[in-house]
């Protein structure tokens, strides 16, 4: 059957197929991966970038792409820790209401981001990397370089409570990925971004206010930026300028090695849950085995040159700039 | 000495040339006429190498050659100067003039300004162009850089042995009046240096120019005048001729439109800057308007500026009773404007989404609440319209780049209609169908305009715009010349449009 297993199939499976090959290929190496303390182990890493990815997501399906996340993520971080130790430090009290504001500082950001992109007429990529690099400068002079400490147990339940052997903050991610997909399937923004990545000058000659969409996507991508700085926080207890670093590297492999495609229109958030678990597997398995942390950045980046080389189709792509 | 000898090309489901027998002489011009889609410009690119013929013979002086692409045609002396002009225009004069060929003035190395500067300046002293190699092109005028462009090919001349033949490809499309006649003297002096073969739309300028004129019509060389004996009657007949079916443009069913009613569309003296200037039309319910003339005669740019996408530099336009002050594809959507575009693989639907996705995207808003799409609607939406137009597609899932073009075509139509458009304007509607799939819009054409939508249409064909049309209006140069009143029976032949063209 020829026409089972087409390039297409492949390609759409592939992720998940690596995903199972990497799980499997480390549980042979060192049986003591495959347990659930393990799983949970992966889980609790993968969640923030779980989130950051899926707000770049939405950004790489437009044709666009977001390097602010790591600024964003520090800058919501810090304006969180300081709002919620203002407003009683526990979630007992008035402090919860740190938690939509970190939200509202990540979409003004993407706000931001966004109009400068469409506004002024940026690269996106440009935009946001300007961005990002404000975002963490302004974090550094909010804390003057200091650790703040949220030692809220309420707030840090996040980590230590447990259900089924996960932390509650792999659930609040699962939440969230839902949400996303909700957005991403069932919304006109979501269906948007499709199309403007799809075929942007046929988008805007069916009448869709392409800039509104670009926009609005930035926003949302700031949402998630901050839900992600939530979690980071929640997983060590502080808030800090560094507490985004790294973040720009692990989304943006893990959303190409999902198999979302840098030129839009393709993808989506299951493919990014794939490929965060990859990153996260691979970074975790390569511990577990005992390789040092260079050789898991070399095989990361090796393993995004696959993951685009599978996913281009070269014949129809010309030139490359 | 340069001859094609039964040239044969075929591409899927087009034989765009049959037997094609063409010569040219030493020191020649040669003309070459026929109407969109006769086969001039693939015959063009088998002559430079840019496409390789199934059959037939081509020689030089005698000796048989292959051509398998465009540099092995100009290592035998053959060379373009492209319509669309090929100059890059970030470089300087003298790079552009000897792109590709700079290791002559390479030494350890390092280019040697100077020589190439030296080499340029002889290249334009030959097309009489006195301007430093050293310029941006992007600072030149048009006209000059197609003489820059001629200048380029003239390098031939010092690269090989042998006669040069040098084709022209509509190049006075963007000159003013005196700038062609200057090219033309040009041309006339350089026939000591090379033959040339001229394609033009304008049957003045290849009368005026050509030693010999080869017409051309449905792939086939049907006529070749000499000079001396050509009358542009006489071409125009031989270019179009060919009876046409009134049952295949769906005549029968076409009915009176309803000239009383307010008009859909209004135009009053609209001009766009460099597009076309001064246009007056009024379409109303159930009328068919063909806009007809050649490549750039400002069609497409007035379909776009109706739609929103162009703004009008003079000159108001009224959709439905309102001005229009923004020009945007939204204010176009909004007023039940539906564009249908020429290119629809760039344009038309969204390659990657699926039927019914491409069917709502301009209609989002009416299957959402609060920006939650209602899906099951749009599912619905889609069969209701997938049995409508008989799209032939498995299910609403189908990837729609999967699609034929016809298909294609048919959900790009249903998007609009089922968005309640009823002013369509559709470019080249059956560009690169098949024959079935273009009855099957000629029928659409039909079903529309009797349901009291207005239809604006750039047809693929003179035989189509005829054919489907209530009223055409004929364009030359952006400019209106003429409109025909097209009831069925008394329609305007081909002779009495091209006439008013060309």
Not at chain 1, 26 to 48: C, D, H, K, Q, Y
Not at chain 2, 194 to 205: K, L, N, Q
Not at chain 2, 260 to 270: C, R, Y
Request: with cysteine.
């Amino acid at each position: 059957m020829s026409n089972v297993l087409t390039r297409d199939v492949l390609i759409k499976w592939a992720p998940l197929i690596v995903l199972l090959i990497l799980v499997l290929s480390f549980t042979v190496m060192e049986p003591r991966f495959f347990s659930l303390r393990n799983f949970a182990r992966i889980g609790i890493s993968s969640t923030p970038a779980l989130m950051v990815a899926i707000g770049v997501t939405f950004i790489i399906i437009m044709g666009s792409i977001d390097l602010s996340m790591e600024g964003t993520v520090s800058v919501c971080a810090v304006a969180f820790a300081f709002a919620f130790i203002w407003l009683g430090g526990t979630l007992a009290s008035w402090a919860w209401l740190a938690l939509p504001l970190a939200l509202l500082v990540g979409a003004a950001i993407g706000l931001v981001n966004g109009l400068v992109h469409v506004i002024l007429k940026i690269p996106s990529f440009m935009a946001s990397l300007a961005m990002g690099f404000v975002g963490t400068g302004f974090a550094l002079l909010l804390t003057g370089g200091d650790r703040i400490r949220v030692e809220d147990d309420l707030f840090r339940a996040l980590l230590t409570e447990r259900w089924f052997g996960f932390p509650i903050m792999c659930y609040v991610a699962l939440l969230f990925l839902l949400i996303a997909w909700f957005i991403q399937s069932r919304t006109t923004l979501g269906r948007n971004f499709y199309a403007v990545g799809g075929g942007e000058e046929l988008a805007h000659a069916s009448g869709l206010n392409v800039n509104r969409v670009r926009i609005m996507g930035f926003a949302l991508a700031g949402v998630f930026y901050a839900v992600g700085a939530l979690l980071a926080v929640g997983r060590i207890g502080i808030a800090e300028t560094a507490t985004g670093s790294n973040f720009m590297f692990v989304s943006i492999t893990s959303v190409v090695v999902g198999g979302t495609a840098l030129w839009g229109g393709i993808g989506g958030v299951w493919n990014t849950l794939i490929g965060v678990l990859i990153v996260n597997v691979i970074n975790n398995g390569m511990v577990v085995i005992g390789l040092p942390g260079y050789v898991q950045d070399g095989v990361l980046g090796v393993l995004v040159i696959a993951a685009v080389v599978l996913s281009t189709d070269r014949k129809s792509v010309t030139f490359v700039k | 000495m340069y001859e094609l000898t039964n040239v044969d090309k075929k591409f899927p489901g087009v034989h765009a040339l049959k037997s094609v027998n063409f010569k040219i002489g030493r020191g020649e011009i040669v003309g070459l006429v026929g109407e969109n889609g006769a086969g001039k410009s693939t015959l063009m690119k088998v002559i430079y190498g840019a496409y390789q013929a199934d059959g037939g013979d081509i020689t030089i002086d005698g000796t048989k050659v292959r051509f398998q692409n465009p540099r092995q045609a100009m290592d035998h002396g053959i060379g373009m100067v492209f319509q669309e002009q090929s100059l890059i225009t970030n470089l300087t004069v003298m790079e552009n003039i000897f792109l590709g060929f700079e290791q002559q003035f390479v030494s350890y190395g390092v280019i040697n300004w100077k020589a190439m500067a030296d080499a340029a300046r002889k290249q334009l002293a030959k097309v009489k162009l006195d301007i430093d190699p050293g310029m941006i092109t992007s600072k030149l005028s048009f006209a000059q850089r197609q003489l820059v462009e001629l200048a380029k090919v003239l390098t031939l001349e010092e690269r090989i042995d042998g006669d040069l033949v040098i084709l022209l490809d509509e190049p006075t499309s963007v000159l003013a009046k005196e700038e062609v006649e200057l090219l033309f003297s040009l041309v006339r002096e350089l026939t000591n240096r090379a033959s040339f073969i001229f394609v033009s739309h304008r049957m003045d300028e290849v009368l005026d120019l050509s030693d010999r004129i080869y017409v051309m019509k449905d792939g086939e060389v049907v006529d070749v005048v000499a000079q001396s004996d050509a009358k542009v009657d006489a071409i125009q007949h031989k270019m179009v001729g060919r009876d046409v079916d009134k049952e295949y443009y769906r005549e029968q069913k076409q009915k009176a439109y309803q000239a009383e009613a307010k008009p859909l569309v209004s135009l009053k003296n609209v001009s766009v800057n460099g597009s076309y200037s001064d246009i007056s039309l009024d379409l109303h319910p159930g009328e068919v308007l063909c806009l007809v003339g050649t490549e750039g005669s400002g069609r497409e740019a007035i379909l776009r500026t109706i739609f929103g996408l162009e703004t009008p530099s003079e000159g108001s336009v009224v959709l439905k009773g309102d001005a229009i002050s923004k020009f945007t594809a939204q204010s176009g959507v909004s007023r039940g404007v539906g564009y249908i575009p020429r290119e629809r693989k760039v344009e038309g639907i969204v390659a990657g989404m699926n039927v019914y996705e491409n069917m709502t995207l301009s209609q989002m808003g009416n299957y959402a609440r609060s920006g939650v799409l209602r899906i099951g609607e749009e599912k619905t939406l889609a069969r209701q319209w997938i049995d409508r137009l008989a799209i032939k597609t498995p299910d609403v899932y189908k990837d729609c780049g999967g699609l034929s073009g016809g298909n294609q075509q048919k959900v790009v139509l249903a998007k609009w209609r089922s968005a309640g458009s009823d002013i369509i304007l559709l470019d080249h509607p059956t560009r690169g169908l098949d024959i079935g799939a273009k009855e099957d819009v000629y029928d659409m054409v039909r079903e529309m305009s009797n349901d009291g939508v207005g239809i604006i249409l750039v047809a693929d064909t003179l035989e189509e715009a005829i054919g489907l049309s209530h009223t055409i209006i004929v364009l030359k140069d952006g400019v209106a010349q003429k409109r025909f009143d097209c009831s069925p029976g008394d329609k305007p032949s081909l002779y009495d449009l091209v006439h008013h063209m060309i």
